[in-house]
């Protein structure tokens, strides 16, 4: 880590978030934050192609499993975002990042497969499919984390993802020929919408804490509560098939409070700048308790994504998320010295 990462931290972004009330409903718990913030100019995905102005495809006629290509006809930046199904061509894929593709541009964008059993032409382009579950887009920012500091590219573990498919397909009772996660989503959908039915947007929201039998599995924030409202349904449907496949109809607690020390823990780390798809800086971040990302364009925080760390050393032993305050008063009765 450089000077300039340790100088790059996630607390102009979160200081200002107000936290809400908890949502609550088939184990899936969802905290609200809300607060004013800069913000970017851009088009969702799902509109630029209802639009006719975003085109994704294969990169060439024989296609090549971690990228497509991304053609931006618009006089503004399109939003991608990290986990967003996209749905035909030869097989279906899901954004390995947040990515904003440059006003009237052509941009390889990173992907993984998220359907196992299909190399053949469906489509000759993709269309906007649902949202990955919150443990894959967990496992898949590890991945793509590490192998960003290793070659510079947002790659994730092809396999990884593969098995993890694999497991949510048959967690979820469902039938695919191709292993297709979109199968999954589609044969839950009314069990998805009855969550996104009980789990209304709160109004002025820009971002939630979503947890899962009481556990931590999300944290998604947006520049902006319009960019939240219209991802609302497809993100609560993300988070809700985990709840439905981790059998969490029931839980422990997650509270406003638990919410708040997550986005102080967040506000204490550095970040490092790596290499960036399309327009702004990808910055990413991970402790014992937390791993994620951030797509800046200064000032704005366009999506800031956060999910535990399964995969720190003592990640196993439990270890609860702790804000510096809290870590400051456990040394202090540690070392048998009072606190201010």
């Known amino acids: 880590m450089t000077p300039d990462d ?9 200081d200002s978030l107000v936290v809400g009330e908890p949502l609550v409903h088939g184990g899936l718990t969802l905290v609200p934050l809300s607060g004013p913030a800069p913000h970017a100019d851009y088009l969702l995905a799902e509109d630029a192609f209802a639009a006719g102005l975003l085109n994704i495809t294969e990169t060439s006629p024989a296609g090549a499993v971690p990228e497509l290509l991304a053609r931006n006809a618009a006089e503004v930046m399109v939003l991608l975002l990290d986990g967003e199904e996209l749905v035909g061509a030869k097989q279906n894929r899901i954004l390995n990042t947040s990515v904003l593709l440059p006003p009237k541009s052509a941009t390889k964008i990173p ?20 949202f990955s579950p919150s443990r894959l887009r967990a496992m898949k920012s590890r991945a793509v984390k590490m192998n960003l500091e290793m070659s510079g590219e947002a790659r994730s573990d092809q396999g990884e993802v593969w098995d993890e498919v694999q497991r949510c397909m048959s967690a979820a009772g469902a039938a695919s020929p191709t292993m297709a996660m979109h199968d999954a989503i589609e044969q839950r959908k009314e069990s998805l ?10 109004e002025g929201s820009r971002g939630m804490v979503a947890a899962i039998g009481g556990k931590l599995a999300a944290l998604d924030m947006f520049d902006k509560p319009e960019t939240l409202r219209r991802m609302w349904p497809r993100l609560v449907g993300g988070y809700a ?10 839980g422990g607690e997650f509270t406003g409070k638990g919410a708040r020390e997550l986005l102080e823990h967040l506000a204490g780390l550095a970040c490092q700048s790596c290499p960036t798809v399309g327009v702004g800086e ?24 956060a999910f535990p760390n399964d995969s720190a050393p003592d990640a196993g032993q439990g270890r609860p998320i702790q804000s510096p305050s809290r870590r400051r008063r456990n040394l202090g009765r540690n070392s048998g010295q009072g606190t201010a």
Request: charged fraction near 25%; aromatic fraction near 10%.
């Open 6 to 14: 340790a100088a790059r931290t996630l607390k102009p972004f979160v």
């Open 111 to 130: 992907v993984s497969c998220v359907e196992q059993g299909r190399w053949r032409p469906m489509s000759d382009r993709f269309s906007s499919g649902g």
């Open 193 to 202: 919408e009855d969550y996104a039915r009980a789990l209304p947007w709160p």
């Open 241 to 250: 098939l985990d709840a439905l496949t981790r059998g969490a109809r029931e």
């Open 282 to 305: 990808d910055w990413r971040f991970d402790s014992v308790a937390v791993v994620g990302q951030a797509l800046v364009l200064q000032p704005a925080c366009v999506h800031l994504s």
